[in-house]
């Protein structure tokens, strides 16, 4: 995918940062990535999440004027829960009606699993010509390609492993230019899930409250150089970390 208004975009693997909220914010978007290479002046990218409502989250954090659903070579869904997943519909609507493709959605067999069931009843029928209801699948909305250890797409190679959550999560290495970003997603603390984030250039991890998800206190914990390459994402409106780095919305960060 080439981007033509790509010439200000740093070489190499960025991720501009599109939302760092939890399922409570009240001030920010949920959490969402926009994970880009750019070679030359040749950019792809991947949507990690999609929350709703997707246009308008796109529109205000992009650092590019031509930054919208259509930008995109797939989206990488970890999760079905709604401050992840709540622009699925969206999403899917405008592929059909307005760039009149079906939307590539990549995601752990599991997570898939739930995919239609979740959105049919909105999808599920449609209006014809002649106001007939026409019935819907999932695959005339979305390209769903799963995978439970690796995938690759473009520049992109992009690894699963999954979360400890309330319901099936992944959490995501993803891999292009030689380097590699970390996603921890919605989990609670697992050290070796942790282990395995680690070996990532940059880490983005959770920082929330309850038993499905990680304390700030336990990544506090962490040597000064694991916390020295992460950053922070849906964490509470009121939290103030101390020593790790929180995501800011609209930011791009370098891989």
Known sequence: MTNTDSTHLPQGLSFLTLGTGDAF????YGACLSVEHREGETVHRVLVDCPHPIRKILHEGRDTKDLDVGSFDALVLTHLHADHA????????????ALQRRAVLLTHPQVARDLWPHLQPSMGVL?????EGVT?????????RTFVDTIELGPFR???????????????????????LG???????????FEWLSESDLLVHEANLGPAHTPYAELAKLPAEL???????????DFVPTDVEPLVEGRRYVV
Do not use: Q
């Not at 709540?86 to 009606?97: I, K, M, P, Q």
């Not at 819907?136 to 769903?144: K, P, T």
């Open 25 to 28: 914010s009240a001030t920010r």
């Open 86 to 97: 709540s622009g699925l519909e969206g999403w899917a609507f405008f592929h059909r009606f």
């Open 127 to 131: 209006l014809n010509a002649k106001r």
């Open 136 to 144: 819907m699948h999932e695959h005339d909305y979305f390209d769903v």
């Open 158 to 180: 992009i690894e699963a492993r999954t979360a400890w959550h309330h319901i099936p999560t992944i959490a995501l290495r993803i891999h292009a230019g030689g380097r590699c």
């Open 183 to 193: 996603y921890s997603a919605d989990t609670a603390f697992d050290p070796a899930l």
């Open 227 to 237: 916390r020295a390459k992460m950053r922070l994402v849906a964490f509470p409106d």
